[in-house]
């Protein structure tokens, strides 16, 4: 019999930090410490509903493998407690030391989208203008994302166009690689309250859950999709649904657009992605003749090309059926890390802060006279990306490395590779609030870290709202919450009045309110946090101006962009643009006959489950094994029954896995959750030419039966 639970005082809103979906999550405290916590029914993203991962993410915080204490290699090789002093005397002597010996660019960063808006300030000010690489173009390391390099090429700015409301007034629903039902199962419950009996359009060549329950499924071959829907569009053009007012007055190169998609014929696309003409036929028309349709892609998707090129593709059909701007519309890319938006805008990376331009001299004395430093000081050109930085690991120009809130060597393609590279380094600096993950036993220094709840800051989803992110109790042992340990470490590299009035977060927030004024993504007319707190969350822009018009009134929940047609490029349209499909990566052959697809796939896992392995009921959804789905027939020739351990083996290297026979994936396909820390020893290291991030994890792989020496191996 299930005790009494514990009385609570008091309660506190605050924002999941585990996906991007950036849902609202009424805290339960007592004596002012987190207890437990319920979905927020006032809010608008989830309007009282949540996944279980965000049910289980008080979990993490009292997880038995916390870092509690700063560590050091000494000469030994072994790892011992440190004081905080030691331990960041020890980082920046060290990183000086290779600076003074190899150049400033011998040194670099790598962080991710786990941090709120404020510690990527304040990271991207301390690493490019207060330690001094910048000078020879060596970055805070963060790549581009698909989503964002599309829209900024199609809008002129990274501007996700979207509010979630749109799910519930489409007429048609298109998803691209994506699997909400499963892995955004807050959005599809607002596509279950679509009252509209909506058309759903799944491209995936996966028969995932989603797409069991679409209209239609258009299960192409891997890696065909912009073939497809370039296809798509050919179709769209052929049976009059361009809307050729929208397209006359608010895009460009609408002309070469419809030149070049007229050689994807029905005949060829068919051949290519193994469908029917009537099917990729009927999908047209339902996109076209719909009369609001949006479209939904992710940039994790190996069964696709996953990158800038698909996206741009995907934009391209909404803009020219005039489908941008209104209730249910729209080219809307979901991204996985809960603050991805934020280190799109933040991180001072592939634009200056805010989305200002590092090439403009104006943005560059704009950036300066807010933050009070010399323009000098100030980087001209963007970072390298995370590609880039390996390699230059790899040809010993790298030689110090500090890693924040981010497990690479675990989620790094071509596993073996990653680890070979980093162990080039003279020194490796961890930042984490996980002392088990494989970065941090590599580590020369060990930061710990606060986490969700136990530190400040905000955080933006995918539809563009800035959310608070409250401390809801205090960090174990000498974890600091990483805005303090940046503080800390710019004091011990001696550019700590650089950031005398950076004493808190909200105070950060106030500069990046300067720093956005006048932008498209303006922020100006959000007061504070309170204000954040008290509307749900606010989606920008909401700059000084719309809060004047508003008469004091807060701004609406659910606003999208563009509905006045005009669009943030030199001109006011918005660009059509296309490029020819990539080939796959890597074939399947004689030796190596199966495509590996990855992906994420379950309700449990999230990334490198550094959090989420660490909830009781999460673990009991999803087998801690690794399993690989396999076609029947394929297992079948292969003599494998479902359940048998089977040996994977790509060119680079093998593991251990449980055969799960389902028709989910064709025959010729195999998949594996990409959250497994073993997948990443078979996955191949390539990077999408435009945004440079890295594309999505797939490569071939031959299987057979595991024998017993195998598993003695394992």
Excluded at 90 to 112: C, D, H, M, P
Excluded at 618 to 642: G, M, R, T, V, W
Excluded at 680 to 703: E, G, M, W
Aim: hydrophobic share 35%.
């Amino acid at each position: 019999m299930r005790g009494t639970p514990p009385a609570i005082d008091s309660t506190t809103a605050t924002v999941c930090g585990e996906c991007s979906t950036g849902c609202g999550l009424c805290i339960h405290l007592r004596d002012g410490e987190a207890i437990g916590l319920t979905p927020d029914a006032s809010h608008p993203v989830n309007l009282g509903i949540a996944c279980s991962q965000g049910l289980e993410a008080l979990n993490a915080l009292n997880a038995t493998n916390r870092a509690t204490e700063p560590l050091v290699r000494r000469t030994d090789g072994r790892m011992y407690p440190a004081s905080w002093q030691e331990a960041l005397t020890r980082f920046t002597s060290e990183f000086k030391r290779i600076q003074s010996t190899y150049g400033a660019e011998s040194i670099a960063v790598l962080s991710n989208g786990q941090l709120t808006c404020e510690e990527m300030v304040m990271l991207g000010v301390l690493a490019r203008m207060g330690m001094g690489v910048e000078d020879f173009g060596i970055p805070l390391g963060k790549d581009v994302d698909h989503a964002a390099k599309s829209y900024k090429r199609s809008f002129g700015f990274d501007a996700p166009p979207y509010t979630y409301d749109d799910l519930e007034q489409s007429d048609c629903l298109v998803f691209v690689g994506v699997n909400p039902l499963v892995k955004h199962p807050v959005l599809w419950e607002r596509v279950l309250r679509n009252p509209r009996n909506p058309e759903i359009i799944v491209l995936d060549p996966d028969r995932t859950e989603t797409a069991k329950t679409a209209s239609q499924h258009l299960q192409l071959h891997p890696k065909t999709d912009l073939t497809l829907l370039y296809g798509i569009t050919q179709q769209i053009i052929e049976h009059g649904f361009v809307d050729r007012v929208f397209v006359d007055n608010h895009t460009q190169g609408y002309d070469e657009l419809a030149a070049y998609v007229s050689t994807f014929t029905l005949d060829s696309v068919a051949e290519a992605t193994g469908l029917t003409a009537d099917a990729i036929q009927a999908a047209a028309k339902t996109i076209g003749a719909a009369g609001a349709t949006s479209l939904w892609w992710t940039t994790d998707n190996s069964r696709l090309c996953a990158d800038a090129r698909t996206a741009q593709a995907i934009v391209n059909i909404a803009l020219i059926t005039g489908n941008i701007g209104r209730p249910g519309t729209g080219a809307n890319g979901i991204t996985g890390q809960c603050n991805a938006l934020g280190s799109r805008l933040w991180s001072n990376t592939a634009t200056l802060l805010g989305h200002h331009q590092f090439e403009s001299n104006d943005s560059r004395q704009k950036v300066a006279e807010v933050l009070r430093l010399d323009v000098a000081t100030v980087p001209s050109k963007p970072s390298l990306p995370f590609s880039r930085i390996l390699q230059s690991i790899r040809d010993g120009e790298i030689r110090g490395l500090w890693v924040i809130a981010t497990n690479g060597s675990h989620s790094w393609m071509d596993r073996k590779d990653a680890r070979e590279v980093l162990d080039r380094l003279d020194v490796l600096v961890v930042q984490d609030m996980d002392i088990t993950t494989d970065l941090a036993s590599l580590a020369d220094v060990l930061l710990p870290t606060a986490g969700w709840g136990e530190k400040e800051g905000t955080l933006i989803n995918n539809e563009r709202r800035y959310s608070v992110l409250k401390r809801l109790r205090q960090s174990p042992g000498e974890s600091r919450p990483d805005f303090e340990v940046f503080r800390a470490v710019a004091e011990h590299w001696g550019v700590g009045d650089m950031f005398e009035s950076w004493d808190s977060p909200e105070a950060v927030f106030q500069l990046m309110k300067q720093l956005s004024h006048g932008q498209f993504c303006d922020i100006t007319g959000i007061q504070d946090y309170g204000h954040l707190d008290r509307c749900g969350g606010i989606q920008w822009p909401w700059s000084e101006a719309d809060a004047i018009q508003a008469s004091g009134c807060d701004p609406q929940q659910q606003r999208r962009l563009f509905a006045n047609g005009y669009f943030p490029t030199s001109n006011g349209r918005a660009n059509l643009m296309v490029d020819t499909p990539p080939p796959v990566p890597e074939y399947a052959c004689s030796d190596y006959p199966f495509v590996l697809l990855t992906g994420r796939r379950t309700v449990r896992q999230l990334h490198a489950e550094n959090r989420t392995s660490k909830g009781p009921a999460l673990n009991k959804l999803y087998p801690s094994e690794a399993y690989i789905e396999i076609h029947p027939e394929d297992a079948a020739e292969c003599e494998i029954q479902h359940n048998d351990h089977v040996l994977v083996q790509s060119r680079r290297g093998s593991l251990i896995a449980r055969a799960c026979l389902t028709q989910t994936v064709m025959r010729g396909q195999v998949f594996l959750p990409m959250h497994y820390d073993t997948v990443n020893r078979l996955t191949l290291t390539h990077f999408d030419p435009y945004s440079r991030q890295s594309r999505s994890k797939d490569c071939a792989v031959r299987i057979e039966r595991a024998t017993r020496t195998h598993l003695r191996s394992k």
